[in-house]
């Protein structure tokens, strides 16, 4: 069972940067593919970034490509999401995940979730 725990949402102004924080329980933390999802309200769930187990390799939702960054921290057993130029319609709960999978499919793929941390951004 890996816990994980989310910290760095807040409330922040368009154009402003937030970091948001993962910190994982499992010592086996490079055996998963991390990734970060977020849900705004009334909205489905959506992947917004994800990282191989190495960190080599980073995955981007189309329309984060050039705002957001991906990162992990084997030593911390943590990852991190560096968000700049946020948006208003970024505004939602952000979901970091743990996956044991292979292939394209992050969704589907990952096996556990934290409990999510809100970011607003305001107009």
């Known amino acids: 069972q890996v816990h994980l725990v989310e910290s760095g949402g807040g409330l922040v102004q368009a154009g402003g940067s937030l970091r948001l924080s993962c910190a994982a329980s499992e010592r086996t933390f490079g055996r998963y593919r991390m990734g970060w999802f977020r849900q705004a309200p009334g909205k489905e769930r959506e992947f917004v970034a994800g990282i191989s187990r190495s960190g080599m390799s980073t995955y981007y939702a189309d329309y984060m490509k050039g705002r957001f960054t991906i990162s992990r921290d084997h030593a911390k057993n943590s990852v991190y999401l560096q968000m700049n130029s946020l948006k208003p319609e970024d505004t939602a709960v952000y979901y970091c995940?743990?996956?044991?999978?292979?292939?394209?499919?992050?969704?589907?793929?990952?096996?556990?979730w934290g409990k999510g941390t809100l970011v607003t951004v305001s107009s």
């Open positions: 995940a743990a996956g044991d999978f292979y292939g394209s499919n992050w969704s589907n793929g990952m096996d556990y």
